[in-house]
C-alpha cells in the first residue's frame, strides 16, 4: 500500500522567507509526527498529532515554527522567516494510535535549504 | 547524559560476519523499543520491534534488558545490503515521540 509521502522533497530558500512542508500519512493512521534532522545527527521530535489536534508541541524550537493538520489526513509544517539554522531534512511519521507498540512510519523527507 | 546512546561506530566487518550493536537509555519508564535501519539520505525504515522476550527475525535478533536498560541487536552472515546505520529507537513513558540514538555506522565488506 501507499507509504507516508511528503512535498516538495527539495526546497531551496532564502533567509527570511517563508516556506510550507507537506505530509500525506498511510491512510488510516490517525497520528502523525514531525521530526528533524540535521546534517550528521540523529532526529529530534517537533510535534505530535493525535487526529487534528496537537496534544504535544514540546519540540518546536521557536515560535516560527507551527504546524497544523486537516481532515485527519495531510499535515502542513510552516517555517516564518527561515534562518540557515533550520537547514534540515524534515521528516513526517505516521502510525496507528490503537498499535501496541506505536511504530511509526517515515515519509521520505523534504530537504530544506536556506541560502 | 543522552536519552538513547549508541556507540557510533563505525562497523566495518566482512561478508558473512555476525556484528552486535548495544544501546542505553535512562528513562526507566520506557515503554517500547524498536531499532530502524536509515540508509545514506533517506528516511529511516523500522526493521524491529523489540519486544521483553526478545525476538528474531530472520538473521536479525533483539534483545532486551529492562533492569539494565540495555537493548541489543545481532546480525548474523552479514550482507553487503546491510551496511547502513541502525537506530536505537525508545518511545518514553505516556509521551507519543520516539526519542533516536544517534546512530551506528555498519559497512559490509566484500
Known amino acids: 500500500g501507499a507509504g507516508v509521502s511528503q512535498s516538495p522533497s527539495n526546497k531551496v530558500t532564502e533567509k527570511g522567507k517563508d516556506v510550507e512542508l507537506r505530509c500525506d500519512p498511510i491512510s488510516g493512521h490517525t497520528a502523525l509526527y514531525w521530526y528533524r534532522q540535521r546534517l550528521g545527527q540523529g532526529l529530534e521530535f517537533l510535534i505530535y498529532f493525535q487526529g487534528n489536534s496537537a496534544p504535544d508541541k514540546s519540540g518546536l524550537p521557536s515560535d516560527r515554527f507551527s504546524a497544523e493538520r486537516t481532515g485527519e489526513s495531510v499535515s502542513t509544517l510552516t517555517i516564518q522567516r527561515t534562518q540557515q539554522e533550520d537547514s534540515a531534512v524534515y521528516l513526517c511519521a505516521s502510525s496507528h494510535l490503537a498499535a501496541q507498540y506505536n511504530e511509526q512510519f517515515f515519509g521520505p523527507g523534504t530537504r530544506l535549504t536556506v541560502l | ?110
Open chain 2, 1 to 110: 547524559r543522552k536519552e538513547v546512546e549508541q556507540d557510533p561506530g563505525p562497523f566495518n566487518v566482512p561478508e558473512g560476519a555476525t556484528v552486535a550493536f548495544n544501546c542505553t537509555y535512562s528513562n526507566s519508564a520506557s515503554q517500547s523499543f524498536f531499532w530502524y535501519r536509515q540508509d545514506c539520505r533517506k528516511e529511516p525504515k523500522l526493521l524491529m520491534s523489540v519486544y521483553s522476550s526478545g525476538n528474531e527475525d530472520g538473521r536479525f535478533t533483539a534483545q532486551l534488558n529492562r533492569a539494565s536498560q540495555y537493548i541489543s541487536l545481532l546480525i548474523r552472515d552479514s550482507k553487503l545490503s546491510d551496511s547502513a546505520t541502525y537506530l536505537c529507537v525508545v518511545n518514553e513513558g505516556s509521551a507519543r515521540q520516539l526519542t533516536f540514538g544517534s546512530g551506528t555506522q555498519l559497512t559490509v565488506l566484500p
